[in-house]
């Protein structure tokens, strides 16, 4: 019984309860995997900046009643603030990733000895699949297709998760993951970028959620890339207005953290937050 109070995420969107953070202590963009880090790439991180900002944003998810649990920080992984990425939770099973990306390898190892010593069960993903790319909403699983997620890890996954329907989802890789381009806010309402999308797929989803569209200018600064904690309560930058006021508009009420610094690497709250546990 112990085992299944610990991890439970069968929505994107019910009240969070625990979540892995990493603080970005060592971040750098070292190597360029996507457009956002091609333009920062000079200009880098600011490591007590980032530092600050997170901080701010760990202090919000406990205010909010969530139990954080912080992986260490290590020199080696400049990206490993970006949990989301290296595991990701259906139900009541933990997935550790199998990263794409060289400069990212050797995150997967560090969470697996984080869950053992946290004695949280875990199984591991392989032929590649990345967390970023895995959506949860009730018995559905949309994973996004790309060259950091594999078709034949998705096969994999409906081996794993049989009473999920595994809805493929391919995009503009340049966009790094799904959840850059598509988000889940509620079981009505989602958020999406279609220009990154087929009108095939972007038909498909508008059947099933009422999407707020991400102009392009937002989705560098990645409007995309919201955190829902339950209760129709999501963390969003303040520099996305046009997202922000869209999102009041239905109905939610948003968390503002400015989030400007870690953006620079291509990656937002969701992407710096990993929930084991929903209810």
Known sequence: MEESQQTNCNTEYEPL????LCQPEFMAIEDVINDVQKKYKDENIDIDLAMKQ???FEKLLIAHGVEVIKLPASEQFPEQVF???IGFTVGEDVFVAEMASDIRKGEEEALEEFLEDEEIPYQTTIDRVEGGDVIVD?????????SRTSEKAVRNLQKDLPEYDIIRIPFNEKY????????ILSPTVGLIFPEALTKEIVDKLSAEYDLIEVSADEQFTMGTNVLSIGNRKVFSLPQNKKVNEAMRAKGFEVI????SEI???GGSFRCCSMPLKRE
């Open 17 to 20: 309860k625990r979540v892995i």
């Open 54 to 56: 997170h901080a701010e």
């Open 83 to 85: 949990t989301r990425d």
């Open 138 to 146: 009730r018995n559905r699983v949309y994973v996004g297709i790309s």
């Open 176 to 183: 790094l993951h799904l959840d850059c381009v598509f988000n």
């Open 256 to 259: 503002e953290v400015d989030f």
């Open 263 to 265: 953006i620079k690497s």
